[in-house]
Structure formats: structure tokens, C-alpha cells
């Protein structure tokens, strides 16, 4: 214990010496009579090793709002969302031996040794929240941040500093090359007590002014120490105390989750990725609570590199067969870049404004979270949910109603729909291309000197479509690759339960060696059916801000829209009366990614999925015989979805930094010549 005293007193008077020379302290530090915590020094006991044990979820990480060190003000959830992140309250001020600086400790313990490990500096962040807006302005965490201290931590008397144990000089800011490694660490504050208090009641961090003899401030605050961990999906994973603030336990923790997601070193390590936000751009999480507060990203942000798509048909990933190529249309470079340039134009549209990504979005799954049903050209409905993209390359019938066969084929349906692209001919989507300048050349290089055409135009897009394969998931690497820990026990008791009791595999198959988690086939669950013949009810229920509901009579609804239009499924195709309200099985892989699901959007989480297949879906004349009440118990239910959360594909975050290294191709972009 004498080395825990005597690194702790070493570093506590540094952190004190940090806040007179950097931060114009002014106070003199209180008596320190507490015995320093064990974050100082060395651990009394051996941590629990790195994926012997699970941390539950302890609540949801609240989207505060706040302001950064450049003073622009930013939101919790923008900064936190896909990475791990250890956050803590504190002010600059503080003289507690056991308090602001033992943080302030430990977190430079933590950024030092992440810095030699390349899987946690790459997945790790770092935020330190003030809660003294009065002293602790941008300006003064600014210096902070830049490590204006340095050369005060590491002053040439280094009575103490050997002694820090196994981590050595690492709470001293020592020269380290490992920059490439280097962990974010920022400092938050507000402009007022005034803007704090809903952070701090956001995080149920209780702070106290103190006050003298004489009922007067002496700018230091009462306050517990407590530091969250907090995951990629903004789940509070752990909470530390003084007693159990220390980097062998919290760097353990780190470990456990980054084992739980199946994070492998180097697998975030483009800088481009760091701006990759799976979800909406505009989330609305918690729209429906009166505190909501927007979580939107700018269009700036929206940032990615470049990658080679071919190598995924080459060698597609674990799990999946060879890609089909159609002998009239092999994939090529060259149809990949124009195919995905045509993919995100918003110029192939009617009226310039609406591309095949906006509805299908990249970051959204190829699909659209934020929609039940499509909305297209000047805000017109879709009738179905936007299915996703991912594997379409395998195929054999497109569309919900299953009406083609080919990807070519589908490619000219959404540009000609009145209510998606509204293009009112195929000549006149060849002849607008054709007067594009950023395509001179374009094609003639993809089609061997051949210009845009009908048949060219559809076959570049439907090229980049079968290079968006996605696979190798967790449970590709447990199932075909035998990696024993790749999933959760959940995860396992979820794949038992899919291919027995529930028998998910009958319509979402498993090969020996591949799985496409889909039948290609139709299927009537009910949900057409009991859509046709619900009925309406005289008023319906709308959101009209965040937390605010109005029911609004169904005329008014009617008398601002269109009648929706009724869908009966593939018997618009076949007109066989026994074809009513059958869709296309889609692929389970990434599902996680893609809600909402069904064909109608109509429910909006996974949960929900295996609720409705639990009960039997709707029972009608013409619902499938494979479709009945599955007897699962809660317990059971949470399994399967655990298990269907296991299959997103480890290259999502790369073909999504590839979609936003594309430009969205609109009028204001095109290079004019000059005069």
C-alpha cells in the first residue's frame, strides 16, 4: 500500500499543479486525509479475466446536448453511437484526492496502454463532462485537451514516478510513437448552469455547490465519483465506482464487449469509418417523449473512401456461394463505377430529386428506417417497404410480388413508377444520361464503345447490386468455420430453437455449405390479409411533435392524400386466386440492420417479428400451412432474436464508407464550362 501512497500523492499534486499553471487555480487544496484509491497503482486482486463474464445492460445512454472545445454544440448520442465510450463528470477545480483526479488518472492509465493495443485505440473514446461551466469554459478544456500539462507531468523529479508498477509511466503523458494508435480523449462542458442541469439529470449525477462559514460558494462542488461505459448502441454496460475505477478492470471490461460484438483488430482502422453511423441520419429515438432531442447528422459528415467491390464476387465472404453472373452481362470495374454512380444520381428522376439510394440507403441497410412505406416523387407513397439490397445477386425472383426474374429486368420498374422516379419513358431517362457530361466516356469504357441505352443503363446498376454481398457473421464463423466463441449462448440457443421448435428453416434455409436464409419462394402470413380487412376506425392517431399525439379524423386524413391503394401480393401477378397476400421470404442476413420488416413495414422491431410468428401470424383461407402457433416462452423468443442478430455481415461499414464516397449526382455538382 506504500506504493499506492506514495504514486498517488506524486500524481494528485501534478493534477493540482495542472490546474494552477494551466487553469489559474486559485484555491488552496483541502487537507487530503482519505488513503488514495486503488486507480493509482495496482490492483489488491486479479481482475476478472477478459470474457469470463457478461455485463448486462444497465439502462440507455440519454442524448444530452453539450458544447466541445471549439464551442460547438453537440449531442451525446452523435459522439457515442458505434463506438465504446467511457464518460465522466467532473471540473477542473477539484482537490479530491478520490474524485475529479483519480479520473483524470485513470483515463490517461487507459489512453496510454490503448495506445499499444491497436484493437482497443481503434474501438475506444474517451469524454470528460463539466459539470463548472463558470471556470470550466471551452478555452480553459481547450488546453486541456491539447495537453498543455505535459511538461508539467513529466518534470525532472522523478521521486514516485518509478514506482507505478506493472503500467510504469503511464499516467505521465511519456513520449510514445504509438500516435497511429492514439485514443480520442475530449472535454464537454455547457455555457450555464442553466444548460447543465438536464445533462446532469440525464445521468443522475448528483453535484452540490460548497459553501463557507458564512453560506458563501467556495467554488467547489460535492459530488460522487461514478464513470460509465457505455456501448456502440448506446447501452450503459458498466458503471465505476472510486473503489472499482481502475484500468485493469475497465480495460477487462472493454475486452468482454468487444468479444460480445465480434470486433477484430484493424476492422475499424480507416479513418473514413470513423464518420459510418449505422441507422438514420435523422434518428428519431425517443421521438415519442416530451425530452426528445434531435439526433440528426449533417449531409458534411457523411464521409467514406472508396473500396474495391469486385473482390467480394472474386471471393465472397464466408457463408455465401459463388456470385451468379448472367452470361450477357459479366461484372467488370468498370460497370461497378458507372452502376454505382447511376445507383446514387438524383439527375435519373423526373424532376432531379430522387435517386435509388433514397430510398434504399446505404447506412439504413439498403433500406429505410425512418419509413414504414417508401415515400417517392413529390412525396408520394409507396405502397410496400423498401427491401433491402444486400445479397439480391442471389435472387431468382424481385419485388415483393415476386413479378421478375432478373435484376436487369427490375432495374427500369422504380424509374418509370408515378410514385417513385415518375420518369415518363425510358427514351427520356437514355436521352437525359446522354447529355450528362460526367458521363462522357462512362459507358463507352464499361461496354466496350457502346453509348447509354436501355439495356446498358440496366445493366450497370443491377452490376453494382451483386457486388453488395455481405456474410462472414458471427454465425458464418461459428457455423461454417467452427469458431466456438463467435456467437453468444443466447445466440446458440436462438440457432437450436430456428432450426426445431420454431422452424424458421423452412422457408429461411441453411445448405451445407452456404446459407442464403431464404426459400426464394411466397409465402402468405397473414398480414396482407388482415390489412385488406381491417377495418378502418373513424379517427387514427398522429404524432405531432415529440410527445404529442392528436387524433385526427379519417376524412381529413383522406381529403389531404390519395385513397391507399389495396394490395393483394403475388395474385397481381398470376391472378390465381390462391396467390392472395403472398410475398417474397426475404434473407435474414443483416436483418438487424434492415427494419422496419414485412411487406407492409408494419413492424418496426425483431422482437415484434418473432411476437407475430409466435402467435401464428393472422390466420386467413389462403395462409400458409407452415404458419401456425409456435408455443415459445419469453426466454425463448429473446434466444431467436439473439440468434438473428448474429447474422450482419462484418463488411457493412466498408460498403457503406464505399456509398458515401459516391458522389449523389444533382444539378449543382455538374462542372460547367467555362467561358
Request: proline share 5%.
Amino acid at each position: 500500500m506504500k506504493k499506492h501512497v506514495k504514486t498517488a500523492i506524486a500524481t494528485f499534486f501534478s493534477f493540482l499543479v495542472i490546474s494552477n499553471s494551466a487553469f489559474s487555480f486559485s484555491g488552496q487544496g483541502e487537507p487530503q486525509t482519505a488513503l488514495p484509491a486503488a486507480g493509482y497503482g495496482e490492483l489488491d486482486f486479479e481482475a476478472p479475466k477478459a470474457g469470463s463474464y457478461k455485463l448486462p445492460v444497465l439502462g440507455y445512454a440519454q442524448n444530452a446536448k453539450a458544447v466541445d472545445t471549439d464551442d460547438k454544440s453537440v449531442r451525446f448520442h452523435e459522439l457515442f453511437r458505434g463506438k465504446y465510450t467511457l464518460l465522466n463528470f467532473m471540473y477542473t477545480r477539484c482537490d479530491d484526492i478520490n474524485g475529479c483526479p483519480l479520473s483524470h488518472v485513470v483515463f490517461d492509465r487507459i489512453k496510454n496502454r490503448a495506445a499499444k493495443d491497436p484493437l482497443l485505440a481503434e474501438n475506444l473514446q474517451m469524454f470528460s463532462m463539466s459539470f463548472d461551466p463558470e471556470h470550466d469554459t471551452p478555452e480553459v478544456l481547450k488546453e486541456m485537451e491539447l495537453g498543455v500539462h505535459d511538461h508539467l507531468m513529466d518534470h525532472g523529479d522523478n521521486s514516485g514516478h518509478m514506482e507505478m508498477g506493472h503500467d510504469g509511466h503511464e499516467g505521465h503523458h511519456m513520449p510514445d510513437n504509438s500516435a497511429q494508435n492514439e485514443v480520442t480523449w475530449k472535454y464537454l462542458t455547457t455555457h450555464s448552469y442553466d444548460e447543465l442541469a438536464p445533462v446532469l439529470d440525464a445521468y443522475n449525477q448528483s453535484v452540490i455547490p460548497k459553501t463557507d462559514s458564512d453560506g458563501k460558494e467556495t467554488g467547489k462542488f460535492s459530488h460522487v465519483l461514478r464513470v460509465f461505459l457505455i456501448d456502440p448502441e448506446l447501452r450503459i454496460r458498466n458503471i465505476y465506482s472510486v473503489s472499482f475505477l481502475h484500468p485493469d478492470i475497465i480495460i477487462n471490461d472493454l475486452k468482454t464487449l468487444l468479444m460480445e460484438y465480434g470486433v477484430k483488430a484493424n476492422q475499424t482502422s480507416d479513418k473514413q469509418k470513423d464518420d459510418i453511423r449505422i441507422g438514420a441520419r435523422d434518428s428519431k429515438e425517443g421521438y415519442e417523449s416530451k425530452e426528445y432531442v434531435t439526433n440528426s447528422l449533417s449531409l458534411q459528415s457523411r464521409k467514406g473512401k472508396e473500396t474495391d467491390l469486385l473482390r467480394f464476387v472474386k471471393n465472397p465472404p464466408l457463408g455465401l456461394p459463388a456470385v451468379p453472373q448472367p452470361e450477357d452481362n459479366p461484372i467488370t470495374e468498370d460497370k461497378i463505377k458507372l452502376g454505382k454512380k447511376l445507383f446514387f444520381d438524383r439527375r435519373l428522376s423526373l424532376n432531379d430529386t430522387q435517386s435509388c439510394a433514397m430510398c434504399h440507403i446505404p447506412e439504413q441497410g439498403f433500406t429505410s428506417h425512418e419509413l414504414m412505406t417508401a415515400i417517392g416523387f413529390e412525396g408520394r407513397s409507396v405502397r410496400r417497404n423498401a427491401p433491402t439490397i444486400y445479397n439480391t445477386a442471389y435472387l431468382t425472383k424481385l419485388f415483393l410480388d415476386g413479378r421478375e426474374t432478373s435484376l436487369e429486368h427490375q432495374v427500369w420498374q422504380p424509374m418509370l413508377a408515378r410514385n417513385e422516379m415518375a420518369n415518363p419513358s425510358f427514351g427520356a431517362v437514355i436521352e437525359k444520361v446522354k447529355k450528362l457530361k460526367d458521363y462522357n466516356g462512362l459507358f463507352e469504357a464499361a461496354f466496350d464503345g457502346q453509348k447509354a441505352s436501355l439495356m446498358n443503363i440496366a445493366k450497370a446498376i443491377s452490376t453494382y447490386e451483386r457486388t453488395l454481398v455481405s456474410g462472414n457473421s458471427k454465425f458464418d464463423r461459428w457455423y461454417f468455420n467452427n469458431e466456438k466463441n463467435a456467437m453468444s449462448e443466447s445466440a446458440i440457443r436462438g440457432f437450436k430453437l430456428f432450426t426445431g421448435k420454431a422452424q424458421c428453416m423452412s422457408c429461411h434455409t441453411i445448405a451445407k455449405d452456404h446459407a442464403l436464409f431464404t426459400d426464394n419462394g411466397l409465402h402468405n402470413t397473414g398480414i396482407g390479409w388482415q390489412r385488406a380487412m381491417k377495418k378502418d376506425s373513424d379517427t387514427e392517431k398522429v404524432q405531432v411533435a415529440p410527445g404529442r399525439y392528436l387524433n385526427v379524423r379519417k376524412e381529413i386524413i383522406k381529403s389531404v392524400g390519395n385513397e391507399p391503394e389495396g394490395d393483394i401480393g403475388r395474385y397481381e401477378i398470376t391472378q390465381n386466386p390462391d396467390d392472395r397476400w403472398k410475398y417474397r421470404t426475404p434473407t435474414l442476413r443483416n436483418i438487424a440492420l434492415t427494419a422496419p420488416y414485412m411487406h407492409d413495414g408494419s413492424l418496426a422491431s425483431l422482437e415484434d417479428v418473432v411476437e407475430f410468428y409466435n402467435k401464428g401470424g393472422f390466420k386467413n383461407e389462403t395462409q400458409d400451412p407452415l404458419i401456425h402457433p409456435l408455443n415459445l416462452t419469453r426466454s425463448e423468443m429473446n434466444d431467436l432474436v439473439a440468434f438473428l442478430k448474429s447474422l450482419n455481415g462484418d463488411n457493412v461499414a466498408e460498403i457503406i464508407s464505399d456509398s458515401f464516397a459516391t458522389p449523389i449526382g444533382d444539378h449543382s455538382n455538374e462542372h460547367q464550362d467555362t467561358p
